[in-house]
């Protein structure tokens, strides 16, 4: 097993920056298109056998240090009793949204053996197969938040902000319901065996500091705790570049970050005992192999004093993105990072 | 004239804290949408007399310490050569997208003469009527080079960033060329008279510091030297928390904020010579009035070292806004910051 991965998130010394890609088994891989041409997004999350096959691509294809489970952040949404559907044009659509206190109540807690063995026997096929680590994850309860009452995405997030500003104690009671049910969904994932677990904010950054100290990180720290698991974990708020020092009292053993700051200003505000994980743009895989390099280099720079750093891009892969740009990215990084030893 | 909100611009001592609201005149007054209702978005902005109407609405009904023109960041763009068209569902619309050296050889430089005399006209005409500051403004070259690119709003800016990975060059060129026509186009402004300018640099946050700092801050660097004005002007880079240092480069009087950072960071960061313009979420105006005062304290209070502080939203007002929110609002900053001092 390439363990390279999990020394860089505990802080440990690598012989090179691991590396791995969000959403690195998606749209952009041919054998990714071919798979997903024969069945919809929801089935492929929910077939073991076609979640864990679509998961290996890339680890083979990119050589990634990571492998991450194949499935989506709203799984556990559809398991709490919420109607789900993923449309090509508009993303994910949310039928009857959370907006009052009878849709909260009505929310079941996810039974990981009812709703999700898909989840779990996809991790125990893989576990067979792969010889890096296999990431679990799980959207964070305020993103998971975001999509229930929104009902899909959102430019402005008017109605969860509303929710939280007019009737904060329904909002707290919405975002319980989801820690329990992200905690046990998590949970289940290290019981299967995972190596690491991320855990996905997506949306934390249209809160303001105050807002994400009052409604959301308490919830993250809450299930971090909860989980009480040896297996590292990671948090990625997305677009909080002011709020680093918050994203850290999460408790979690490695920091997501965005493109949106140099890597050297991040890990000088995270400070020791916290690894990064971040964060090239992804859009730079769409120029010269020269720039990707550049770039590269860049962030191995600067990321030279972390206490551990994995490296992946800002956000996830695109969908258009060249393939074999994709592949001279991790060539680079590993290249480079050992050169630099 | 109630001259507080430039003594603010200009770190000056102020009897209270000056206050407006990016988009002010907008559709969540039903008296703009009375005059909405007979003419299209782009005619509105090309009437004098209707641009000069909408403008003044919010100045009487919410107390505001300034007035800004009403217009669109794109109208430059338009007067460049590009047809341009305002969809409700879809929002702007820009014809033959900007891709190659063709395309943006072909671009006009602006002539404020013969381009946008509509809005010298609605100058004038507010400047007879006012009795607070009248503010301009232009979109900044970044920002409208990824509506001539992208052909319109974008998610991931694929085709700006391509631009710029695979032809820097070219890149440079359109840059360039939209710096003349911003320059022109606010000194066109500053000599009809407005009191201040803002550049709205609306996606500059979709860049790394690295991009930022090479593709978009030289030219607003240009601009605002070019322009050598003694009225103040505002630099709105939104989304960018993590590169407040770098706006500041820009030479701007006034950095204005989004709501992703704390106030008191954002001062900090910023240090001495320079004032700050924000940062109240714009959801948080669909909250209760308790919840309104209680936020616009904090930042009240934030912003207690700030070298000129005037107060805002952290983006454009949204259209479906209580009226009297945005009222309360406004009291709340000239009460509580009156009490403070």
Redesign the interface.
């Known amino acids: 097993m390439n363990n390279t991965f999990i020394q860089a998130c505990r802080g440990q010394k690598t012989d090179y920056t691991p590396v791995w890609l969000m959403r690195q088994a998606g749209r952009y891989l041919p054998e990714y298109r071919k798979i997903r041409g024969k069945v919809d997004f929801l089935t492929l999350c929910k077939t073991p056998e076609l979640a864990a096959e679509v998961t290996m691509q890339p680890v083979d294809i990119l050589k990634v240090d990571a492998a991450i489970l194949f499935s989506d952040i709203l799984i556990p949404v559809e398991a709490m009793g919420m109607k789900l559907e993923f449309s090509e044009a508009k993303g994910p659509i949310i039928y009857s949204p959370v907006r009052d206190s009878v849709a909260v109540d009505r929310l079941r807690r996810l039974d990981p053996k009812a709703d999700v063995p898909f989840v779990v026997d996809a991790i125990k096929l893989l576990l067979k197969q792969l010889d890096v680590p296999l990431i679990g994850f799980s959207g964070a309860p305020f993103t998971l938040a975001t999509y229930m009452i929104e009902g899909g995405s959102s430019k ?3 109605n969860s ?2 929710m ?3 009737n904060p104690g329904l909002f707290h009671k919405l975002m319980e319901k989801l820690t329990l049910t992200v905690t046990d969904y998590l949970r289940a994932q290290i019981d299967a065996g995972v190596h690491a677990v991320q855990i996905f904010d997506s949306w934390a ?1 249209v ?5 994400f100290r009052t409604y959301a990180l308490p919830y993250v720290k809450q299930i971090i705790a909860g989980l009480a698991t040896k297996i590292p974990v990671i948090y990625f708020p997305l ?5 680093l020092p918050l994203a850290k009292e999460s408790g979690a053993d490695v920091i997501g970050l965005d ?4 890597i050297a ?2 890990v000088e505000t995270l400070g020791h005992g916290v690894a990064v994980q971040g964060n090239l ?4 895989l ?3 192999k020269e ?1 990707i390099r550049e ?1 590269v280099t ?1 962030i191995l720079q600067g990321a030279v004093n972390a206490q551990g750093h994995i490296f992946n891009l ?1 956000h996830g892969i ?1 969908p ?1 993105t060249p393939v074999d740009n994709a592949v001279a990215m991790v060539a680079a990084v590993h290249e480079m990072s050992l050169k630099n030893r």
Chains 1, 2 share one sequence.
């Open positions: 402005n997030f008017v902000k509303s939280m500003y007019q950054g809160l303001s500091p105050y807002d677009n909080t570049s002011a709020m493109w949106r700051i140099e200003q991040a743009d992804p859009t730079i769409f120029g010269s720039i770039r860049n800002g695109l258009e």
